[in-house]
């Protein structure tokens, strides 16, 4: 978000009006910022700002409603990284049960057959990758990310969703449009109510001769109920880094960063080396 344009930091005297002012703080030094956050006039200003008609027009009163932050970790509050959710496939978090669902629907019907797919999912699901328009026919490479009938049908027809799916000749193929078509997604009242807790989605797919499948998928790879394991890393990294830096390089890096906890200082530096793009035709390793 562009917030950070307009303070005017580097003067001897530093204005906490609530806006525009606090809006530059990114553009401060680091003892300006240590400054400026440690200010109660700031913090206030911060706060009504989240929760006013200005800047965010009331962001936390229109997404979240009013509620309160809780103690940071070092304050006897809880850690979050427990919560922490992977992406086992290379789209946005929204799109991962999609991949999933599609996945499972393939082993039960060959795409060819399938009259009219009908998707029910959450609010966040629905408004952030199945919704618009343009999510039946991306032209970019976000959209196709964000296209919840792109993966849907990609996954269908491939058996998998890999970087390419998000090549320009692919997301544009206009041989897929027809499947897209077929897919209609909207809000189930259900699947809400149990979101963020369970994440789920409602798929009713028809065949061309009138059979239905039902699927309720639940909680992708990678959520907290259902966490990924090493070998469920190690085989997401290898998908996508291997094909830029090699078979050898890959497998050094995985060597490294697997042991990373007990790393030196030395170590620590030399396992981010490995991971340097730039580096790659100057590292020795080869494919």
């Not at 204005?15 to 910022?33: C, H, I, M, R, V």
Request: hydrophobic share 40%; net charge negative.
């Amino acid at each position: 978000m562009p917030l950070v344009t307009e303070m005017g930091l580097a003067q001897p005297s530093i204005s906490f009006a609530p806006y525009p002012s606090w809006k530059g703080a990114f553009n401060a030094t680091p003892d300006e910022l240590k400054q400026l956050y440690g200010s109660r006039e700031f913090r206030e200003a911060f706060r009504q700002e989240l929760r006013g008609p200005g800047l965010f027009h009331g962001l936390w009163d229109l997404i979240t409603g009013p509620f309160e932050l809780p103690a940071l970790p070092t304050q006897g509050g809880p850690y979050c990284s427990a919560e922490t959710r992977l992406k086992y496939w290379p789209v946005e978090y929204n799109g991962q049960l999609p991949v999933w669902a599609a996945l499972e629907l393939r082993t039960q019907v060959d795409w060819r057959e399938l009259a009219d797919i009908k998707i029910g999912t959450y609010t966040f699901c629905y408004t952030e990758i199945g919704s618009e328009p343009e999510k039946w026919d991306p032209k970019t490479r976000e959209t196709a990310d964000h296209s919840l009938p792109y993966l849907f049908a990609k996954t269908l027809v491939d058996g998998t969703i890999t970087l390419a799916a998000f090549e320009e000749l692919a997301y544009r193929d206009p041989a897929l449009r027809p499947l897209m078509a077929k897919i209609h997604v909207a809000l189930d009242k259900e699947v809400d109510s149990i979101y963020p807790k369970i994440i789920s989605m409602k798929i009713t797919a028809t065949t061309t001769d009138g059979r239905r499948i039902e699927l309720w998928p639940r909680d992708p790879l990678g959520h907290v109920r259902h966490p990924m394991k090493d070998e469920d890393v190690t085989a997401k990294f290898v998908r996508t880094v291997e094909p830029l830096l090699g078979n050898s390089r890959t497998s050094a890096i995985l060597q490294r960063w697997w042991s990373i906890p007990q790393a030196s200082p030395s170590e620590l530096a030399a396992a981010l080396r490995l991971m340097d793009l730039h580096a790659a035709e100057n590292s020795g390793f080869h494919s």
